[in-house]
């Protein structure tokens, strides 16, 4: 009787010893698991802010350019409503100094920024660095001027602006 006993109790401690392995196992399986789902999904929501982020930086460059390309339109073919629409959609979303120095050469203020450097320190903004790249390898196209000599100084252009309220 104490052998069928021992016996009963072993199987019992190996049964319950399996079983209770056996949830362990599942446990951590299912942990795991969750935690591979997690891993997966952060890199793939840290992807899609990269994305996102490359995305804005994409439509804020492309304001800015054709804000500068309508500017700079020769032979009386600005659209000034165009102009306006781009010019504000720039100031909403541009920091203080970015703006002030955009307006300054929109403006045709003395001592207003030259094109190709607006340019690039709107890049380095929107970049967030500083790669290297200078000013002066921005390539501008030079519109044919029917009044007379081109200016190959500076990048100007024949809008007229409002005056700024005082």
Known sequence: MEYT???VIAIISSVSTISILGVVGYLLRSWIIERLKASIKHEYDLKMLEVERQREIRLKGEIVSDLLAQW???NGQLDYHELNRLSFQAFIWLPKTLAEKL???LSHQPGAQDLRDLIKEIRTYLQENDDGFKAKDVIVFNEPDVRGIPNYSRV???AVTKPKPK
């Open 5 to 7: 006993q021992a016996s």
């Open 72 to 74: 700079i339109r020769k």
């Open 103 to 105: 307006s300054s050469s």
């Open 156 to 158: 100007t252009s024949d």
